[in-house]
Protein backbone atom coordinates (compact mmCIF):
# COMPACT_ATOMS: atom_id res chain seq x y z
CA UNK A 1 0.00 0.00 0.00
CA UNK A 2 0.79 3.60 -0.70
CA UNK A 3 0.76 6.59 1.55
CA UNK A 4 -0.52 9.86 0.16
CA UNK A 5 1.27 13.22 1.81
CA UNK A 6 -1.75 15.96 0.49
CA UNK A 7 -0.25 19.20 -0.45
CA UNK A 8 -2.42 21.76 -2.97
CA UNK A 9 -0.29 23.29 -5.60
CA UNK A 10 -2.08 25.45 -7.98
CA UNK A 11 -1.12 27.30 -11.90
CA UNK A 12 -2.21 29.58 -13.92
CA UNK A 13 -2.09 27.09 -16.51
CA UNK A 14 -3.40 23.75 -14.65
CA UNK A 15 -5.86 23.95 -11.89
CA UNK A 16 -4.59 21.12 -9.56
CA UNK A 17 -6.88 20.57 -6.50
CA UNK A 18 -4.20 18.45 -4.41
CA UNK A 19 -0.99 17.10 -5.06
CA UNK A 20 -0.39 13.57 -3.16
CA UNK A 21 3.38 12.70 -3.28
CA UNK A 22 3.04 8.98 -2.84
CA UNK A 23 6.42 7.41 -1.00
CA UNK A 24 5.72 3.86 -1.72
CA UNK A 25 7.21 1.34 0.43
CA UNK A 26 7.54 -2.32 -0.03
CA UNK A 27 8.79 -5.74 1.35
CA UNK A 28 12.08 -7.31 1.35
CA UNK A 29 14.37 -8.07 -1.77
CA UNK A 30 17.81 -8.58 -2.86
CA UNK A 31 19.96 -5.70 -1.33
CA UNK A 32 21.76 -5.17 -4.50
CA UNK A 33 19.63 -2.30 -7.11
CA UNK A 34 18.71 -3.28 -10.63
CA UNK A 35 21.49 -2.64 -12.92
CA UNK A 36 19.10 -1.07 -14.98
CA UNK A 37 18.21 1.88 -13.32
CA UNK A 38 21.57 2.86 -11.82
CA UNK A 39 25.00 2.85 -12.22
CA UNK A 40 28.26 4.23 -10.29
CA UNK A 41 29.31 7.82 -10.87
CA UNK A 42 32.32 9.73 -9.96
CA UNK A 43 32.89 11.67 -7.14
CA UNK A 44 33.13 15.13 -8.70
CA UNK A 45 31.06 16.87 -11.51
CA UNK A 46 30.89 19.45 -13.53
CA UNK A 47 27.85 22.49 -13.55
CA UNK A 48 26.63 23.98 -16.42
CA UNK A 49 23.24 26.13 -17.02
CA UNK A 50 20.74 24.51 -19.48
CA UNK A 51 20.33 26.82 -22.56
CA UNK A 52 16.60 25.92 -22.14
CA UNK A 53 13.72 24.06 -20.38
CA UNK A 54 14.12 20.16 -20.62
CA UNK A 55 12.29 17.01 -19.65
CA UNK A 56 14.92 15.33 -17.68
CA UNK A 57 16.01 11.09 -17.44
CA UNK A 58 18.72 11.06 -15.72
CA UNK A 59 20.02 11.76 -12.49
CA UNK A 60 23.28 12.05 -10.73
CA UNK A 61 24.00 12.28 -7.76
CA UNK A 62 27.57 12.67 -6.42
CA UNK A 63 27.05 11.88 -2.52
CA UNK A 64 25.23 7.84 -3.10
CA UNK A 65 27.80 7.73 -5.84
CA UNK A 66 25.52 6.66 -8.29
CA UNK A 67 23.34 7.86 -11.37
CA UNK A 68 19.82 6.90 -11.70
CA UNK A 69 17.07 6.76 -14.10
CA UNK A 70 13.88 9.52 -13.95
CA UNK A 71 10.63 8.66 -15.04
CA UNK A 72 7.36 10.88 -14.75
CA UNK A 73 5.09 9.96 -12.68
CA UNK A 74 1.17 10.12 -13.23
CA UNK A 75 -1.06 12.11 -11.73
CA UNK A 76 -4.55 10.97 -10.90
CA UNK A 77 -7.82 12.89 -11.88
CA UNK A 78 -7.72 14.31 -8.07
CA UNK A 79 -4.01 15.52 -8.36
CA UNK A 80 -2.35 13.06 -7.23
CA UNK A 81 1.53 12.77 -7.72
CA UNK A 82 3.17 8.63 -7.27
CA UNK A 83 5.91 7.37 -7.01
CA UNK A 84 8.16 4.97 -9.48
CA UNK A 85 6.78 1.48 -9.95
CA UNK A 86 6.97 -0.78 -6.44
CA UNK A 87 9.34 -3.68 -7.55
CA UNK A 88 13.32 -3.89 -7.68
CA UNK A 89 13.98 -1.65 -10.48
CA UNK A 90 11.33 1.22 -9.19
CA UNK A 91 12.96 1.46 -5.82
CA UNK A 92 15.84 2.72 -7.48
CA UNK A 93 14.25 5.28 -9.77
CA UNK A 94 13.76 8.95 -8.74
CA UNK A 95 9.93 10.05 -10.08
CA UNK A 96 8.86 13.60 -11.66
CA UNK A 97 5.88 15.21 -11.19
CA UNK A 98 5.64 17.45 -14.88
CA UNK A 99 4.42 21.08 -12.66
CA UNK A 100 7.99 22.19 -13.59
CA UNK A 101 10.93 21.33 -15.56
CA UNK A 102 14.40 22.64 -15.23
CA UNK A 103 15.60 25.61 -16.61
CA UNK A 104 12.22 27.20 -16.61
CA UNK A 105 13.59 29.04 -14.02
CA UNK A 106 10.76 29.47 -11.82
CA UNK A 107 8.81 27.11 -9.30
CA UNK A 108 8.98 23.51 -7.81
CA UNK A 109 11.05 20.42 -9.79
CA UNK A 110 9.21 18.01 -7.83
CA UNK A 111 10.98 14.39 -7.36
CA UNK A 112 10.17 11.74 -5.50
CA UNK A 113 11.98 8.49 -4.15
CA UNK A 114 11.07 5.35 -2.14
CA UNK A 115 12.14 4.52 0.99
CA UNK A 116 12.25 0.61 1.75
CA UNK A 117 12.03 -1.01 5.18
CA UNK A 118 15.19 -2.93 4.50
CA UNK A 119 17.18 -0.11 3.28
CA UNK A 120 18.14 -0.42 0.17
CA UNK A 121 16.15 1.78 -1.97
CA UNK A 122 16.90 5.18 -3.67
CA UNK A 123 15.10 7.19 -0.67
CA UNK A 124 16.78 5.06 2.12
CA UNK A 125 20.80 5.77 0.55
CA UNK A 126 19.80 9.71 0.11
CA UNK A 127 18.69 9.55 3.82
CA UNK A 128 21.98 8.07 4.52
CA UNK A 129 24.30 10.26 2.67
CA UNK A 130 22.77 13.64 0.39
CA UNK A 131 23.37 16.74 3.45
CA UNK A 132 23.30 20.39 2.83
CA UNK A 133 25.87 21.15 0.18
CA UNK A 134 25.39 18.30 -2.05
CA UNK A 135 24.49 18.40 -5.90
CA UNK A 136 22.28 16.92 -7.92
CA UNK A 137 22.74 16.70 -12.11
CA UNK A 138 19.61 16.46 -14.09
CA UNK A 139 20.34 15.38 -17.83
CA UNK A 140 18.52 14.55 -20.86
CA UNK A 141 18.31 11.33 -22.93
CA UNK A 142 20.05 13.02 -25.71
CA UNK A 143 22.49 14.07 -23.22
CA UNK A 144 22.86 17.70 -24.83
CA UNK A 145 21.25 19.64 -21.71
CA UNK A 146 21.71 19.33 -17.70
CA UNK A 147 20.65 21.13 -14.55
CA UNK A 148 23.09 20.96 -11.53
CA UNK A 149 21.55 22.24 -8.00
CA UNK A 150 22.59 22.09 -4.92
CA UNK A 151 21.07 21.41 -1.73
CA UNK A 152 20.74 24.59 0.63
CA UNK A 153 18.33 22.56 2.99
CA UNK A 154 17.74 19.71 4.43
CA UNK A 155 14.32 19.04 6.60
CA UNK A 156 12.08 16.46 8.18
CA UNK A 157 8.96 17.20 8.80
CA UNK A 158 5.94 14.94 10.61
CA UNK A 159 4.19 13.30 7.91
CA UNK A 160 1.19 15.82 7.86
CA UNK A 161 3.14 19.19 8.37
CA UNK A 162 4.98 19.35 5.23
CA UNK A 163 5.05 23.32 4.35
CA UNK A 164 3.18 22.61 0.80
CA UNK A 165 3.86 26.24 -0.08
CA UNK A 166 7.54 26.24 0.66
CA UNK A 167 7.98 23.25 -0.98
CA UNK A 168 5.33 22.35 -3.83
CA UNK A 169 5.46 26.05 -4.72
CA UNK A 170 4.67 26.67 -8.91
CA UNK A 171 5.58 30.59 -8.74
CA UNK A 172 9.11 31.95 -7.70
CA UNK A 173 12.93 31.36 -7.84
CA UNK A 174 13.14 27.44 -9.99
CA UNK A 175 13.78 25.21 -6.91
CA UNK A 176 14.54 21.34 -6.84
CA UNK A 177 12.87 19.34 -3.85
CA UNK A 178 13.19 15.73 -3.24
CA UNK A 179 10.96 14.09 -1.13
CA UNK A 180 11.39 10.24 0.45
CA UNK A 181 9.59 8.39 4.03
CA UNK A 182 11.54 8.91 6.61
CA UNK A 183 11.46 8.38 10.88
CA UNK A 184 9.48 5.53 11.96
CA UNK A 185 7.49 2.73 9.87
CA UNK A 186 4.26 2.37 11.64
CA UNK A 187 3.39 -0.31 8.98
CA UNK A 188 3.18 -1.01 4.97
CA UNK A 189 3.27 2.04 3.65
CA UNK A 190 3.21 4.54 6.39
CA UNK A 191 5.95 6.24 7.97
CA UNK A 192 6.15 9.10 10.58
CA UNK A 193 7.66 11.85 8.82
CA UNK A 194 9.05 13.06 5.32
CA UNK A 195 12.55 14.28 4.45
CA UNK A 196 13.00 16.93 2.02
CA UNK A 197 15.95 18.03 0.66
CA UNK A 198 15.32 21.64 -1.46
CA UNK A 199 18.23 22.52 -3.76
CA UNK A 200 18.61 25.66 -6.06
CA UNK A 201 20.53 25.72 -9.29
CA UNK A 202 23.95 25.73 -9.97
CA UNK A 203 23.88 28.61 -13.15
CA UNK A 204 28.00 28.60 -14.26
CA UNK A 205 30.75 26.07 -14.19
CA UNK A 206 31.90 25.51 -11.12
Known sequence: MMHDLRAAVRRPRLLVPAILLAVALAGTVAPE???????????????????????????????????TTVVRVRRTAKGAVGAPPV???G???L???????????EGTVIMTAHTWPDGTALGNALLRSLRKGGR????NKAGTEAACYQVTRRKRYAA?????????????????????????RLGPGHWSHRTVWYAVPVPVAS
Open 160 to 184: ARVPRKKAFRWWGPEQLVIVVCSGK
Open 33 to 67: PAGAAERRVRAGVTCTAPSRPFTPTTATIPAIDRS
Open 95 to 105: GRDPQARPGEG
Open 87 to 89: SKR
Open 91 to 93: KWL
Open 136 to 139: VVLG
